[in-house]
Nanobody
Framework: QVQLVESGGGLLQPGGSLRLSCAAS????????IGWYRQAPGKERELVAF???????QYADSVKGRFTISGDNAKNTVYLQMNSLKPDDTAVYYC??????????????WGKGTLVTVSS
């Protein structure tokens, strides 16, 4: 089994910054891709950003230039630095990972989410 635990969510004003963390643990041989999705009230879950094992990154157009994803391979942890936050960024942020497990299988795992609220 693999667990993803997010942290760092909170309430802040527009223009503020926040850093989310997602720590992966369990039967992990390699994390192929890990990233962040978000789901705002009444909307579908959408991709925010991801990073691959070769450090390639991709971002949603709505966060380019404001958000930065990075990873610490030694800690199996991914970070999402969010700057210039807007009310539209309000959502539950979920960590998602594609993992090659100790059981020699490639599996998708999700965290439980962390709430980010941007409001004045």
């Amino acid at each position: 089994q693999v667990q993803l635990v997010e942290s760092g969510g909170g309430l802040l004003q527009p223009g503020g910054s926040l850093r989310l963390s997602c720590a992966a643990s369990g039967s992990i041989l390699n994390i192929n891709v890990i990233g962040w999705y978000r789901q705002a009230p009444g909307k579908e879950r959408e991709l925010v950003a991801f990073i691959t094992s070769s450090a390639d990154t991709q971002y949603a157009d709505s966060v380019k230039g404001r958000f930065t994803i990075s990873g610490d391979n030694a800690k199996n942890t991914v970070y999402l630095q969010m700057n210039s936050l807007k009310p539209d960024d309000t959502a539950v942020y979920y960590c998602r990972a594609q993992v090659f497990t100790a059981q020699q299988r490639t599996m998708i795992y999700w965290g439980k989410g962390t709430l980010v609220t941007v409001s004045s």
